[in-house]
């Protein structure tokens, strides 16, 4: 494999794993919480300082803990699990559909506008950067080969990501968590606490961004503001919405198709790669282009939601006797 | 106190663009249920338009303007005609239809740098002198914007007032079930509430450039939670809440500037809007709905 495919193809997986968790307040819980990427970019700072040492004379940052990299991403998944129940408390308390979503983008801007305004925090403009690789003080790996088992890594967090949500989802939580979607106050009259569910729905996607975060700066290596914005989110929408909005498997086709195999197909188009200037608007046309006809064509995506009949077997046999009961009576 | 008058001054500045942009904003929402995220980049055409009419035509300010609303007005009706309308019609959720306007904001903007760049572009509109009036300090431009506003807004609070079709909008925002059982055809009420909010949405644009002095691709987009900003404070989908509310997050934003670092000023606005939307959804003036009020 050449290290082209090895790096794109991390980026790719990475992107997958956002994906997995926009999915949780998205596609299962319905809330349109446009500060997904605000916990990516959280994960990807707190990550960053505690993994680096105390900062020098020429960048500033918080902490600088030089903790291993597990255990700094670890209390980096950590904290933007706390973070985000707190947003989440605060946020869905009372808003709901596009009231959340103006006031989610909004705590996503002045949390961007503060991170870009105080040096103090995470080095401001420039960014934090220098982040060495994860395990290989112990390992000393050529490059090619670290890329390769780097790749392996966050290939084996995909699925863990994936194999977890795969079963939360179809777990009594995931299920409450559903109808708290399709109809909250008939949700609420079953007996399930919609607020609570909600803000779980918070724990879990911020917990699942900072991961992404963390393990997107372990790859880039370097972390700064340019990196991070609203665009960065709706790609995000875009891939969860072409895949089929609350079906795992969904998402991951869709996150693979928009967030790595038509950016990268565009690259082949002969002379696009002299034009990288022209390359990434039009990307992001298509990908814009893609949410539009998706929404238009097939509002549930490539691979919809499966309806649950829970439980499966009860349905079934209703299904029998009630066909059998027909039978009788003809 | 200095600096404090030269913030109210720019604050009003600020506060009439934000007026006339929130007010259509405000107008569109209450004809249709779903905020329109593509506000900002019809802003955007707006100024564009305007830029190009100001580089051929000699820096003529009027035909700048108006080209600014003209380029409003048929993105405005792109983008109802082909997303707001039929996928209305279709039942798609509101959660989706905001997604989707996300998207198209997307393709603009990228569609946008692709024609222009994607740095700053300006137009050679010469500086123009400053005046005292009271203790504020304005540029003639700046006054110009102010009077535009107080215009804009008195003509739109006039037809929203007065006239038959200002009735017939406030119908509609009320319920379109009513309004077309009383003989208003709502739809073609909705359609051209969207033209002319349009209209204004592009004016705004233009003159939001003209005032910065500077246009590039995702001008409206970075200002259009500013415009939420107003127009939840102010109560959203209430076109005279809207202009109040603009009025407070100008100043608070341009006057706080000189006493914050200035790229802050926009947290204030953020933070404003959380707060009203959490502590006061239905805006800041109390609404006293009785059947005869009219």
Redesign the interface.
């Known amino acids: 494999m050449s290290e082209y495919v090895i790096s794109a193809s991390t980026l790719g997986v990475i992107s997958l794993i956002l994906v997995l968790g926009l999915n949780v307040t998205w596609g299962w819980s319905g809330q349109l919480n446009l500060s997904y990427y605000a916990f990516v970019a959280l994960g990807a700072y707190l990550t960053g300082v505690f993994n680096l040492p105390p900062h020098g004379q020429d960048v500033t940052y918080i902490l600088g803990l030089n903790l291993p990299f597990l255990a700094s991403i670890s209390l980096a998944v950590a904290s933007c699990a706390i973070l985000g129940a707190a947003l989440g408390a605060i946020l869905t308390r009372r808003l709901e559909g596009y009231y959340l979503a103006i006031g989610s983008v909004s705590a996503a801007l002045i949390f961007y506008t503060v991170v870009d305004q105080s040096p103090s925090l995470f080095n401001g403009p420039v960014g934090i950067y220098g982040v060495g690789e994860p395990l290989n003080s112990y390992l000393k790996l050529n490059f090619t080969d670290y890329s390769a088992l780097y790749l392996g890594m966050c290939i084996a967090i995909l699925s863990l990501v994936f194999l977890v949500t795969f079963l939360l989802q179809r777990s009594p939580f995931g299920r409450a968590l559903r109808t708290t979607r399709e109809d909250p106050i008939s949700s609420a009259v079953f007996g399930h606490a919609v607020y609570a569910l909600r803000i779980k729905a918070f724990i879990l996607s911020s917990a699942i961004a900072g991961l992404g975060g963390g393990l997107l700066l372990f790859y880039v290596t370097a972390f700064n503001p340019s990196g991070w914005s609203t665009a960065e989110v709706i790609l995000l929408f875009a891939a969860i919405l072409v895949g089929g909005s609350g079906n795992n498997l969904g998402v991951l086709i869709g996150g693979a198709l928009i967030l790595s195999i038509f950016p990268q197909a565009l690259l082949q188009i002969p002379g696009m790669e002299s034009h990288a200037t022209l390359a990434a608007p039009i990307g992001d046309i298509i990908d814009g282009a893609a949410i539009m006809v998706t929404i238009w064509l097939r509002p549930n995506g490539l691979l919809p939601e499966r309806k649950v009949l829970a439980p499966e077997r009860g349905v079934q046999q209703s299904r029998v006797s009630s066909f059998l009961r027909l039978k009788a009576d003809s | 106190m200095h600096t404090f008058f030269l913030g109210v001054g720019f604050g009003l500045v600020t506060a009439a663009i934000l007026s006339i942009s929130a007010v259509a904003l405000s107008l569109q929402f209450s004809v249709s249920p779903?905020?329109n995220f593509t506000h900002g980049d019809i802003m955007t055409v707006g100024a564009y338009a305007g830029y190009v009419v100001l580089l051929h035509s000699n820096n003529n300010l009027i035909l700048g303007a108006l080209s600014a609303g003209i380029a409003g007005v048929i993105m405005a009706a792109i983008v109802y005609r082909v997303?707001i309308e039929p996928?209305l019609k279709r039942r798609?959720?509101?959660?989706?239809?905001?997604?989707?306007l996300?998207?198209?904001?997307?393709?603009v903007?990228?569609?946008l740098?692709?024609i222009f760049g994607?740095e700053d572009v300006s137009s050679n509109v010469p500086t123009s002198a400053n005046h005292k009036v009271g203790p504020l300090l304005l540029t003639t431009r700046q006054i110009g914007i102010i009077i535009l506003a107080v215009v804009v807004l008195v003509f739109v609070h006039a037809v929203l007032r007065y006239t038959r079709f200002g009735r017939a909008i406030r119908a509609v925002a009320d319920s379109p079930e009513l309004a077309s059982a009383s003989g208003i055809n709502a739809a073609r009420i909705t359609y051209a509430t969207w033209v002319v909010s349009g209209f204004l949405t592009g004016l705004s644009g233009g003159v939001l450039a003209l005032s910065i002095g500077a246009v590039d691709p995702t001008l409206g987009?970075g200002f259009l939670?500013v415009i939420?900003?107003a127009a939840?404070v102010g109560g959203i989908g209430q076109p005279y809440g809207a202009m109040l509310g603009a009025l407070i997050v100008g100043l608070v934003m341009e006057v706080s500037a000189f006493y914050i670092?200035s790229?802050?000023k926009?947290?204030l606005a953020?933070?404003l809007?959380?707060l009203a939307?959490?502590f006061r959804?239905q805006g800041i003036i109390p609404q006293h709905r009785t059947a005869l009020s009219i």
């Not at chain 2, 798609?92 to 989707?100: A, C, D, Q, S, Y």
């Not at chain 2, 996300?102 to 393709?107: C, E, N, Q």
């Open positions: 779903v905020p997303f996928l798609v959720r509101i959660h989706f239809l905001l997604v989707l996300l998207g198209a904001s997307i393709v903007q990228n569609a740098q692709l994607a987009f939670f939420f900003a939840i670092p790229d802050d926009t947290v953020f933070g809007l959380i939307l959490l959804p």
